[in-house]
T-cell receptor, first 116, second 116 residues
Framework: GAVVSQHPSRVICKSGTSVKIECRSL??????MFWYRQFPKQSLMLMAT?????????EQGVEKDKFLINHASLTLSTLTVTSAHPEDSSFYIC????????????FGPGTRLTVT | KNQVEQSPQSLIILEGKNCTLQ??????????LRWYKQDTGRGPVSLTI?????NTKSNGRYTATLDADTKQSSLHITASQLSDSASYIC???????????????FGKGTHLIIQP
């Protein structure tokens, strides 16, 4: 099956610093990747849609200048949390779509971000 | 508004027992319905996927059903094991059109605990 990886799996950073999270599709090309945030005991919340070679589309309420998304290739998307604050602490999950109408999305294992 | 409602919110059963989780949805148009298992601190892992014409899909001890007329799905777990303790998320997809938006509606999940 399709595999999506994320790196790092856990990261702790100080308030005011930036952190980059990578999402890779390992055995397929993904023209579209999605970034989600999940708070404890809550469902996944879509943050943005990342399209290869174009600007990301952000959901309402998500600051595009704070959550920078780059989709430089068909197998890699990155999410950079800039000037992180403790309230940004969350579980960030990416997913990738194979681009077929009948295929589904494959989720990465997630990245736990803790901002101190 | 597209919605996915899951019940129960949480469930505790003894190891070896069976259980059934429910999912009701109002998503339209409909493409497919997936059940995911999400272990704590991990990304969701797909258990089953069903399209409009499929009524039942099994994956080992997991059996999912779909009634597209009543817009209801269930996930039955037989002979539960301690490793089944996780959140089970029902996700309903609209037809994938590409270019943006994930087309997914997430349920809030059922938190299942298997006790020895």
């Amino acid at each position: 099956g399709a595999v999506v990886s994320q790196h790092p799996s856990r990261v702790i950073c100080k308030s005011g610093t930036s952190v980059k999270i990578e999402c890779r599709s390992l055995d397929f090309q993904a023209t579209t990747m999605f970034w989600y945030r999940q708070f404890p005991k809550q469902s996944l919340m879509l943050m943005a849609t990342s399209n290869e070679g174009s600007k990301a589309t952000y959901e309402q309420g998500v600051e595009k200048d704070k959550f920078l998304i780059n989709h430089a290739s068909l197998t890699l998307s990155t999410l950079t949390v800039t000037s992180a604050h403790p309230e940004d602490s969350s579980f960030y999950i990416c997913s990738a779509h194979q681009g077929l109408a009948t295929s589904g999305q494959y989720f990465g294992p997630g990245t736990r971000l803790t901002v101190t | 508004k597209n919605q996915v409602e899951q019940s129960p919110q949480s469930l505790i059963i003894l190891e070896g027992k069976n259980c059934t989780l429910q999912c009701n949805y109002t998503v339209s148009p409909f493409s497919n319905l997936r059940w995911y298992k999400q272990d704590t601190g991990r990304g969701p892992v797909s258990l089953t996927i069903m399209t409009f014409s499929e009524n039942t899909k099994s994956n080992g001890r997991y059996t999912a059903t779909l009634d597209a007329d009543t817009k209801q799905s269930s996930l039955h777990i037989t002979a539960s094991q301690l490793s089944d303790s996780a959140s089970y998320i029902c996700v309903v997809s609209a037809p994938y059109s590409g270019g943006g938006a994930d087309g997914l509606t997430f349920g809030k999940g059922t938190h299942l605990i298997i006790q020895p």
